[in-house]
């Protein structure tokens, strides 16, 4: 329901994550967005555009089937980070995000620590807001698991995009395939990370019962929908009274009160992913419904409700 | 077996939309074929054959399959601006589209992927399709036959109850053969013996084709035999249906590019 003037009145949507002020909290999660939506959903009105992950070097994603759904509400994929190598994404992508005159988060990826330099490197002349750089992709046959894991290998990675960054924030992706979360958000905030999102998709397995293989053809995959709402707030919960710096949530949001649920957990700002696949429109429609939702809670601004858990 | 993507620019398309369409009929059809009709004049407006469009199966937010359904549209009517959709029910998520009463509402993104295209001279077309993959043949059966090209279906199904598309070709004109696997009639031995003898004295121009693989290889065959443009709609599990997720392509390891994306490449692809 579109909320009226006479319901809401001076709502302040707007966030900071650090030095990023954004027009609100809501944007997407990378791989689960691209400019390609520009005709079913109004690209200038979210808080940001994040892209798929940018590799170095172009690559394949995954054997096909890529894709399965899981039931209430989630899906497992390994589509493996296809990506057109850093110098097609600045000339052909890039300014397909920054049409919309909306801040564009680039996501960078790598195989190993060496690659995050590479590509830091190799986009420090583009313009765009910040970077989120992808340590947690469960997909990759080396390099994301072990990294994302490791909050040694977090802290060099985030350090060593940090210092190429060209004073750009860095926010930095956890994975949730970790005993603790607090220890890796806290070697990324060491590092000079400027928010974390939290999190990544978690690993999974679908067999196929008949052929007893898995469905994926890369045997596992990452679970996102609906179904990790739960397990994602108690990650954005942790990680947001382990450092100071803002937390974005991602996982299984698909209403307008499960994005008060994230920013009531911790969150400053929240990105959507499988919930577009099945209403492209449903971060329109948060937006829609943002301001009354925070004012049936007492709420003028966002920051009122973030992180006001009573626990 | 090589799918080449067809020509670069997609000519006069329109821009896929995003609808709670209207549920005009939804009733069981025969074996496990149910029939869905869509109040969607934006999509009615501009579909072409071989296009299709992706289906909500929940319209509650966060329940239910999260993956919408990729449908071809199976007829439209442009002037009522609705759309039929035929669709098997095989899972989760299309057995909740049986669940769809006449005044509910359905998300529906499309026209969605590459339409057939066949030669802008071809006038003789055969159609050759299995089980639900004749729903992307009909439109263009229908349509060819409406501008006065010669056109010939094949309708393959596993029993005669599961063949689909014969009343909607007797419907709109169009000569229908059924073919059958239990009496043997949809052998591809006997189909490739059935074609070569009724073509050969005058090939077609064009063959389309979908929901076999041993019907492609046939009608790669024949389109060799005949030097006459084939092409296939494709099926794949997808999640955006735009390309930007790259869920549908059939990915190759130690491959430096991505492959082709089934949504937003295909569905239609020439076979080589």
């Known amino acids: 329901m579109r909320a009226t003037s006479s319901e809401v009145v001076d709502v302040d949507l707007s966030v900071e994550l650090g030095p990023l002020r954004l027009s609100n909290p809501i944007m997407p999660a990378s791989g689960c967005f691209g400019p390609e939506l520009a005709s079913l959903l109004p690209l200038e009105r979210l808080g940001a555009l994040v892209t798929k992950t940018v590799f170095t070097a172009a690559r394949s994603g995954n054997a096909a089937h890529r894709l399965t759904d899981s039931g209430s509400g989630s899906a497992l994929n390994s589509v493996g980070i296809p990506s057109p190598g850093a110098a097609s994404f600045r000339s052909q992508v890039l300014p397909r995000y920054s049409a919309h005159g909306t801040p564009v988060i680039v996501s960078i990826g790598g195989l190993a620590v060496d690659d995050y330099f590479s590509i830091a490197d190799e986009l420090s002349m583009a313009q765009f807001a910040a970077y989120e750089v992808n340590v947690s992709c469960p997909n990759l046959e080396r390099g994301g698991i072990s990294i994302g894991a490791d909050p040694d290998q977090v802290y060099r990675v985030t350090r060593g995009v940090v210092d190429r960054a060209a004073g750009r924030p860095v926010i930095v992706k956890l994975t949730p395939n970790v005993a603790s979360v607090d220890e ?46 739960p397990l994602v707030l108690r990650l954005v919960w942790e990680a947001s009274r382990a450092v100071d710096i803002p937390i974005v949530g991602c996982g299984g949001i698909a209403t307008t009160g499960d994005v008060a649920e994230f920013l009531v957990a911790g969150a400053t700002a929240v990105q959507i992913g499988t919930a577009t696949f099945s209403r492209p429109t449903t971060m329109a429609q948060m937006l829609d419904e943002l301001p009354t939702q925070l004012t049936d809670l007492g709420c003028r601004r966002v920051a009122d409700l973030v992180g006001s858990l009573q626990a | ?106 998300t529906a993104v499309g026209p969605l992927g590459r339409p057939f295209e066949p030669p802008s001279d071809a006038t003789r077309l055969l159609v050759v399709g299995r089980g639900i993959g004749i729903c992307s043949l009909t439109l263009l059966a229908r349509e060819r036959a409406e501008r006065g090209h010669a056109v010939t279906v094949l309708l393959s199904g596993r029993h005669r109850g599961a063949i689909i598309g014969a009343d909607f070709c007797d419907a709109v004109g169009v000569h229908a053969r059924q073919l059958c696997d239990e009496d043997g009639s949809s052998d591809v031995e006997s189909i490739r013996r059935l074609l070569v003898e009724q073509y050969d004295p005058a090939p077609p121009d064009f063959v389309a084709t979908c929901g076999s693989k041993r019907l492609l290889a046939l009608c790669r065959d024949l389109g060799r035999r005949w030097t006459c443009e084939v092409q296939v709609s494709v099926e794949a599990h997808m999640a955006c249906g735009l390309g930007y997720c790259h869920g549908c392509a059939a990915g190759e390891v130690g491959r430096d590019e991505e492959s082709p994306l089934v949504c937003a490449t295909g569905p239609v692809f020439r076979v080589s």
């Not at chain 2, 998520?93 to 006449?102: H, S, V």
Request: charged share 20%; proline share 9%.
């Open chain 1, 184 to 229: 890796t958000a806290c070697a990324a905030e060491e590092a000079g990370a400027a928010a974390l999102t939290v999190a990544n998709t978690f690993v999974g397995l679908a067999v196929d019962l008949r052929r007893r293989r898995p469905v994926l053809g890369n045997g596992t995959g990452g679970l996102s929908g609906h179904g990790i709402k």
């Open chain 2, 1 to 106: 077996m090589m799918l080449q993507p067809l020509a670069a620019e997609i000519p006069s398309r329109i821009l896929p939309v995003c609808i709670d369409a209207p549920v005009l009929g939804n009733q069981y059809v025969s074996d496990r074929y149910w029939m869905l009709r869509l109040d969607a004049p934006e999509i009615a407006t501009g579909v072409r054959p071989g296009q299709f469009v992706l289906l909500t199966p929940s319209q509650t937010p966060g329940e239910g399959p999260s993956l919408p359904r990729p449908m071809a549209v199976y007829d439209v009517d442009r002037a009522d601006g609705a759309i039929d959709i035929l669709y098997g029910v095989v899972g989760s998520g299309t057995t909740q589209l049986t669940r769809f009463r006449p005044g509910d509402r359905m």
